[in-house]
């Protein structure tokens, strides 16, 4: 079974500094990672996705996230926040078997202060 | 592309009423998906579909709760009848086999 954990369902950071959201998996196979964002009254939309290639993925807007095997972790970070970057964002987990379920993280918001 | 199209965008309606929602996917994905988004209880995954066949339909929260795709272009949700804690904003999304799930911009309901 696959799960994943997203650790702080609120951070708050100012803008230009670091962002780091924490995202823990479990998956009895190599999995597949996401990060989404989702902007106030918008749908999900893929920010960045790992799939057993460069353990470092690069993303839109300036995030990239870093697959750890050993740590079974896969955090977001972004080097300068932005207040553009004020939203919701989720880890999710797949198995790769094609398009199947996918499981979401709880979501963490993020915000940005001027 | 188009995208994910979904109808109506928002929707109020009065308890014991029909709803149903519709959704478009992209051309070509094989997998839709049906999620439920509130504050409470975060989003949800109702059911999806793979080649037009319901594969999982265990998120279905209970049997006012009824989904289809009678072809590959064109899923409905509905419920009958609807409560007001059904009150929700419900997204569709279509994913090729590469696994990327591209949502719909979601339907806000509102049951009175």
């Known amino acids: 079974a696959q799960s994943v954990t997203q650790l702080g369902s609120h951070v708050s950071v100012s803008e230009g500094a670091l962002v780091l959201l924490r995202c823990n998996y479990s998956s009895s196979v190599p999995p597949y990672l996401f990060w989404y964002v989702q902007y106030p009254n918008q749908g999900l939309q893929l920010l960045l996705k790992?799939?057993?290639?460069?353990?470092l993925v690069k993303g839109i807007n300036g995030f990239e996230a870093e697959f750890k095997k050993s740590e079974t972790s896969f955090h977001l970070t972004k080097p300068s926040a932005h207040m553009s970057d004020a939203a919701e964002y989720f880890c999710?987990?797949?198995?790769?078997?094609?398009?199947?379920?996918?499981?979401f993280g709880a979501g963490t918001r993020l915000f940005v202060k001027a | 592309d188009a995208g994910v199209i979904q109808s109506p965008r928002h929707e109020v309606t009065e308890m014991g009423q029909e709803v149903t929602l519709r959704c478009k996917p992209i051309?070509?994905?094989?997998?839709l998906f049906w999620y439920r988004q509130t504050m409470m209880r975060g989003l949800e995954l109702l059911i999806y579909?793979?080649?037009?066949?319901?594969?999982?339909d265990s998120g279905m929260p209970e049997d006012r709760f009824s989904a289809k795709m009678p072809n590959a272009s064109f899923s409905t949700l509905k419920i009958q009848p609807s409560e007001p804690r059904d009150s929700a904003v419900y997204f569709c999304a279509s994913s090729d086999d590469t696994d990327t799930q591209y949502f719909g911009p979601g339907t806000r309901l509102t049951v009175l």
């Open positions: 051309s070509g994905h094989n997998s």
């Open positions: 579909f793979n080649n037009n066949v319901p594969i999982d």
């Open positions: 790992y799939t057993s290639a460069a353990t």
């Open positions: 999710a987990v797949s198995d790769g078997g094609g398009g199947f379920k996918t499981i």
